[in-house]
C-alpha cells in the first residue's frame, strides 16, 4: 500500500489483515487455559484512515523504480510486486477480538518506536542511520524481493534505499520518523 493506492486496496488489506487476525486468535486461543494470557505486539497506526499513514515502504519502491530507469529491472516486475505489509488501527484490533470473543482485552497501549536507535547522538552521520534502516528492511523484505526480482539486484536495490532513507531523515528530521507499535493484553474466556 502507499499514500497513492485507491481505496479498494486499502480495503483488500483491511479485509486480508482481518481474516489472518481473526485466524491467529483462533489458533492461539486452543493453545491457552482458561483464563490464560497472551501479549501481543503489533505494528500499527494511528490513524483510522489507512491512506494517511506513512508506511516507509514507498521508499523500497523509489529503490525499485530507481533500478527501472537503469534496466537493471522490468517495470512490469515493479507493477506485479506486492509486499503484504498491513498496520492496523487500534480499533481495528479491538473489533476483531470483540466480534470473536474467545478473549478479553485486558490492557491496550500504543508507543512510537524511532526507525533507527541512535544511541543518544542526535548528530548522528544520516547516512548511517539509512543504512541501519535499509538493513531492517531487508531483513524483512528479503526474501521476497528475492523471488520475485532475483538475487542480482538485491544489494543494489538497499544500497538505493539507504540514500533515500538518509534524504528523508533530511527531509523530515531525525525526531519525526518514527513507527507506531500497539501492545495489547489479552485473556482468554
Known sequence: MAKSSPP???EAYADQFKKDFTNFLSLR????????RMILTISGRINPDPSKNHYGWELLAQSLLGLVAEGLVKESDVDSFNLPFYTPYQGEICEIIEKQGLFDVGKLEIFDVDWDV???????????????IAKAARAIS???LTAHFGGAII?????????HVAEEYQIMGLENVKNLNIVVSLTKK
Open 118 to 132: 541512535r544511541d543518544n547522538d542526535k548528530k548522528q552521520d544520516l547516512q548511517i542511520s539509512g543504512e541501519r
Open 155 to 163: 544489494d543494489t536495490l538497499f544500497k538505493r534505499l539507504a540514500i
Open 142 to 144: 528479503e526474501s521476497m
Open 8 to 10: 479498494n486496496v486499502y
Open 29 to 36: 486461543s486452543e493453545e491457552l487455559i482458561p483464563q490464560g
